[in-house]
Structures are given as C-alpha cells and as structure tokens.
C-alpha cells in the first residue's frame, strides 16, 4: 500500500523559514517524481512544486519561486520542501503527492502569521 | 498559466440522480506525446484530495464506475451516474500538460 506521510508543519513568523518533509513508503520512491500541493483554509488546491524523479528538474508555482525548494533523498524515500522569506498568504496545508498526483498525503498544516 | 474554470460552483443533486460538472481550459491540454494530461480529484469533507480519473477519461482503480470522465481540447466533464451520500465532496479538475500545473477553484455536490 502506498503511503506518503508529512511533518514539519508549525506555527512561524512573517519572514521565517521552515522545512516540511514527507517520507513515502510502498513503492519505489526513486522511480515517481514527486509534487507539493497547498489549501488555504476554506480554500481550493493549488500546485507548488515538482521534482523529477532523480532531483535534475524542479518546477515551481510563481508566487513560491526564489522562496521555496523543493528537494529528496531517494535513500531516505524522502521529499522536502524548504520554505524561506514566509508570509501570510503562504499559510495552508501542505499536502506530498506522488507523480500525477494518484496517491496523497494526509496534510500538514503551515501557519504564518505574527 | 493555464486557467482552469469549473461549473457551476455548488451543484445540489438528490441521491439517485446524475449529476454533471464542467471544466474550461484557457489553452488546449493536448500534449506534443498525444496525451491530454486532465484529471479529476475528489475531497470530502476533512479528508486529502484523491484521484479519481486520470488522462481525461481513465478511472484510478477503486473508483466506482458511476463517475465517468470526457472531452478534448479545452473542454472536460465529469459525470455521476446516480450520486450516492458517500459522493458529497468538492470535486477538481486539474492540468498536467503545461507548467505550472493549475486546478479548477472547485465545484461542491451536496445532497438536495
């Protein structure tokens, strides 16, 4: 059974940083690339980021581009998610999906504000 | 970007009636592989999204076969057959042809 778990999320400050992380299991971490999606509270999806199965390509939503990094470790079955310069807008839960998003997980919650 | 637009936003059904839900978007979705890259996620209330067709009309696997998916182009729909309690939920589409990736603002199906 595939399974992606989130941790990391916290209540931070206005211009704080914060590292999300997401440990798959189930399947064969290093051959999926991996996708960071968000919701706002009472709010819809949105995508964030992508990462290419073996790290060489990264794509990011303009308004996390030069502030967030999304990276993994295939020999932890890992996924992360950097995020610097935070603001309010950027407060959500920050859910780790596989591939084309067919398995997610179960949220972890970002909150920024002072 | 890609602008994904659903309709209508709230969709009341009573259970045992189909039910329809439109997704627009600003460009085709058709890729240079021959793929169109949509698909259709279900969230209930308190849960994670979750996949339920992929590549406009492929059904993930558990998914009951009341929920169908079509269209090309720029044009998609997803149907229920016959909405069951278990189908109130926010439904979204999603593109996967261009970067960045965008998704419909939602369409919510409640029971009448």
């Known amino acids: 059974e595939v399974q992606l778990v989130e941790s990391g999320g916290t209540w931070v400050q206005p211009g704080g940083s914060l590292k999300l992380s997401c440990e798959g299991s189930g399947f064969s971490f290093s051959r999926y690339w991996m996708a960071w999606v968000r919701q706002a509270p009472g709010k819809g999806l949105e995508w964030v980021a992508n990462i290419k199965y073996d790290g060489s390509d990264r794509y990011y939503v303009d308004s996390v581009r030069g502030r967030f990094t999304v990276s993994r470790d295939n020999g932890k079955n890992s996924l992360y998610l950097e995020m610097n310069s935070l603001r309010v807008e950027d407060t959500a839960v920050y859910y780790c999906?596989?591939?084309?998003?067919?398995?997610w997980g179960q949220g972890t919650l970002v909150t920024v504000s002072s | 970007d890609v602008v994904m637009t659903q309709s209508p936003v709230s969709l009341p059904v009573s259970l045992g009636q189909p039910a329809s839900i439109s997704c627009g978007s600003s460009?085709?979705?058709?890729?240079?592989?021959?793929?169109?890259?949509l698909s259709w996620f279900q969230q209930r209330p308190g849960q994670s999204p979750r996949r339920l067709i992929y590549k406009v009309s492929n059904r993930d696997s558990g998914v009951p076969d009341r929920f169908s998916g079509s269209g090309s182009g720029t044009d998609f729909t997803l149907k229920i057959s016959r909405v069951e309690a278990e189908d109130v939920a926010v439904y979204y589409c999603?593109?996967?042809?261009?970067?960045?990736?965008?998704f419909g603002q939602g369409t919510k199906v409640e029971i009448k």
């Open positions: 999603m593109q996967s042809t261009h970067w960045p990736r965008t």
């Open positions: 999906a596989r591939g084309f998003l067919d398995s």
């Open positions: 460009d085709s979705l058709e890729n240079s592989d021959g793929n169109t890259y």
